[in-house]
């Protein structure tokens, strides 16, 4: 968590959560609730032009602690900046309220000036001297963010935003590739996947907190992957899909189920284990260790286990530490892009 927030009591009328305000028909982006909601999200702006993390966007600050006199804490993590940008760029189709344009371009400029020059983009900006400057897949914050420049670049979204922003978005893209190329890790020459967090200089594998090590991810490199999928097809983006692809059919976990124990008196109201299965579907581990390939678990201790039953209860089942996250990537997503890619060949 980032920062320590206050907010009043005072919601947005309505039903609309904030984890849905991206999914309404487009119709509802010119109601009295919608307004209500992309009033409150301009007064959680920050001066640098993003907006923090694990907020309820609808609900107001405190009074006085609006998005000017609060910590600086800017972030992409958790679908902030990204999510109030596309928000406030559906309320200006809606409702030629030239606030919510002004305020979305803040949002773009913001992205522009948090991208390093070697691509990458940090978790926190302004930069703190922790983890969070590292480049961040994490929770597919920079992923997140390519995907709305690649809407902003093609003019699928902000068209308010003219022909120089939108040939910025596009370099920042193309700068943003090759970081991901580079980023990609060898081991004993071999490509395979991505780390959580990369080093903002050497692009070396990071950590993060301490139960986030220094790994290949079985979760994060799927988005990586699908952005690579949607960039021009050429020897280098195809020779890092495939490898990636087949690093994540290799560390597949086979024949076991994850099995949810309900007990009250737990942390989070139930244990977790994984319990052999062979009719079970493909899981895969958030993280691999680098080199074994082997899943890697941890509690704050930060202590590496081989088991997901040897970390505390808490972190055990507080934390996403197995998903079904490549399936569709793996059984769809690529299959159709090896079609397309066979019917006009990379030369």
């Not at 984890?19 to 009295?32: A, C, N």
Request: aromatic letters at 8%; hydrophobic letters at 40%; one cysteine or more.
């Amino acid at each position: 968590m980032i920062g320590t927030f206050q907010a009043s009591s005072a919601h947005a009328p309505g039903t609309v959560a904030w984890s849905d305000v991206l999914d309404q028909p487009r119709r509802w982006y010119g109601t009295k609730d919608a307004v209500a909601i992309a009033d409150i999200v301009l007064q959680w702006q920050r001066p640098s032009g993003g907006w923090p993390k694990d907020i309820d966007m609808t609900v107001a600050p405190a009074p006085g602690a609006t998005g000017a006199t609060v910590e600086p804490d800017s972030t992409i993590d958790n679908g902030a900046t990204v999510t109030q940008i596309r928000l406030l760029d559906r309320m200006f189709g809606a409702t030629a309220d030239p606030r919510y344009k002004d305020a979305a371009m803040r949002g773009i400029e913001y992205l522009f000036a948090a991208q390093y020059p070697n691509g990458g983009w940090p978790q926190v900006y302004p930069l703190r001297h922790d983890y969070s400057r590292r480049i961040t897949f994490n929770d597919d914050a920079m992923t997140n963010v390519l995907s709305l420049l690649e809407d902003m670049g093609n003019d699928r979204a902000l068209s308010f935003a003219g022909d120089a922003r939108r040939r910025q978005a596009r370099h920042a893209i193309d700068v943003a590739t090759t970081l991901i190329l580079r980023a990609q890790v060898r081991v004993v020459g071999r490509l395979t996947a991505w780390c959580a967090q990369h080093d903002e200089v050497t692009l070396e594998p990071r950590p993060a907190r301490p139960y986030e090590h220094i790994s290949l991810s079985g979760r994060e490199s799927v988005e990586v992957v699908r952005f690579l999928m949607r960039r021009p097809p050429r020897p280098d983006l195809v020779r890092a899909i495939d490898a990636a692809v087949d690093w994540l059919r290799r560390v597949a976990l086979r024949g076991v189920r994850i099995e949810r124990l309900p007990d009250p008196a737990l942390p989070h109201g139930h244990d977790l284990r994984l319990r052999r299965d062979a009719a079970a579907p493909l899981l895969w581990a958030r993280f691999y260790e680098i080199g074994t390939n082997k899943p890697i678990y941890s509690g704050r201790d930060g202590v590496v286990r081989y088991s997901i039953t040897e970390i505390d209860v808490e972190r055990r089942t507080g934390y996403a530490w197995v998903g079904t996250w490549p399936a569709r990537l793996l059984d769809v997503d690529y299959q159709r892009w090896r079609a397309r890619l066979s019917a006009s060949p990379v030369r």
